[in-house]
C-alpha cells in the first residue's frame, strides 16, 4: 500500500507558506482547493489546523479534546497516568519515541511531566505540530501542551545517545493492518495510511534500554503480543489498551 500523502493545498491566504514549506518536505505537489476537493490523500492546511483526506475520511489533531480527561480524577484514573507513576519523579522527564499524534504524552504532561515526541512519518509530525501549536494557544489546554516538544525524526539514534536523560520512556509503535479494517477506529485507520508498521521491534525496544530510563512503557492492543516477544514487569489492561511496564531501577 503507499502510505504517501499525495498532494498538499492550502485552503486560505493564510495557510499558502506553511503548506508550500509541507509540500517541499514531503516532496509532493501543491495544488489548489478545488483539485484537493475530490483528491485522495491530501493534506489540507487551513487557518482552523491541518487535515489528512483519505477515503472520504479526515484526520486533525486536536489535543483540546482531551481537556476533560486531563483535569482531576479523570486525569488519575488514566491507564498512561497510572502506568507512568508520574508523582514518583519531580519533573519526570518523558521521551514520546513513537509519538503518532500526542495524545497520551498529552496526559502525562497534564501530570507535569516535560515530553519530547519524536515522530518519524513527515505527514504524521505535521499534523502533531500543528495541533500542538494550536493547544498551545488554547486556554483549556495550554498549561500541559507547553511541556510538549515535537521533534520531526527517527527516535533510534536519539535513544541509542540519551543515557540517564529521560525519566520515562513512553513505545506505541504501529501494529500491522488488521483483516477486519471495519473493526479499526477511523483515526486509526488513517493513521495506517501515513505511518507504516515497525519493521524493527527488537531494535526499537533495545534502543529504549540502552537510554537507561527509569521506566519504559509500551503500548499494545489488549491481546496483543509483547513486543519483541519480551514479558513486561507488570501490565495495565483497559477495554481497549494494554500498557506494559519495564522497571529497570
Request: with cysteine; hydrophobic share 45%.
Amino acid at each position: 500500500m503507499n502510505r504517501s500523502v499525495l498532494a498538499v493545498c492550502a485552503a486560505d491566504i493564510q495557510s499558502e507558506a506553511r503548506a508550500r514549506a509541507a509540500a517541499e518536505m514531503l516532496g509532493v505537489p501543491l495544488i489548489g482547493i478545488s483539485a484537493a476537493a475530490d483528491g485522495e490523500r491530501v493534506l489540507r492546511f487551513a487557518a482552523n489546523g491541518v487535515t489528512f483526506g483519505c477515503g472520504g475520511m479526515e484526520l486533525k489533531g486536536d489535543l483540546a479534546n482531551l481537556a476533560r480527561r486531563a483535569r482531576g480524577a479523570n486525569l488519575r484514573e488514566e491507564l498512561i497516568v497510572r502506568a507512568a507513576k508520574a508523582k514518583e519523579t519531580p519533573r519526570p522527564r518523558v521521551l514520546d519515541a513513537t509519538a503518532g499524534l500526542g495524545e497520551d504524552s498529552f496526559l502525562l504532561a497534564a501530570c507535569g511531566c516535560e515530553v519530547t515526541l519524536y515522530e518519524r512519518s513527515g505527514a504524521v509530525f505535521l499534523l502533531l505540530e500543528d495541533s500542538l501549536r494550536r493547544a498551545k494557544e488554547g486556554p483549556s489546554v495550554s498549561v500541559a501542551a507547553v511541556r510538549m516538544t515535537a521533534i520531526y525524526g527517527d527516535s533510534i539514534p536519539a535513544m541509542k545517545n540519551a543515557a540517564g536523560a529521560y525519566d520515562l520512556i513512553l513505545l506505541d509503535p504501529m501494529f500491522p493492518e488488521r483483516e477486519k479494517s471495519a473493526l479499526v477506529k477511523k483515526k486509526l485507520q488513517l493513521i495506517q495510511q501515513l505511518e507504516p508498521p515497525c519493521a524493527d521491534e527488537e531494535e526499537l525496544l533495545c534502543a529504549a534500554f540502552a537510554a537507561r530510563p527509569r521506566r519504559i512503557i509500551v503500548k499494545r492492543p489488549p491481546k496483543g503480543p509483547y513486543l519483541a516477544g519480551r514479558k513486561p514487569d507488570h501490565s495495565l489492561t483497559g477495554k481497549a489498551v494494554r500498557f506494559d511496564v519495564f522497571t529497570l531501577f
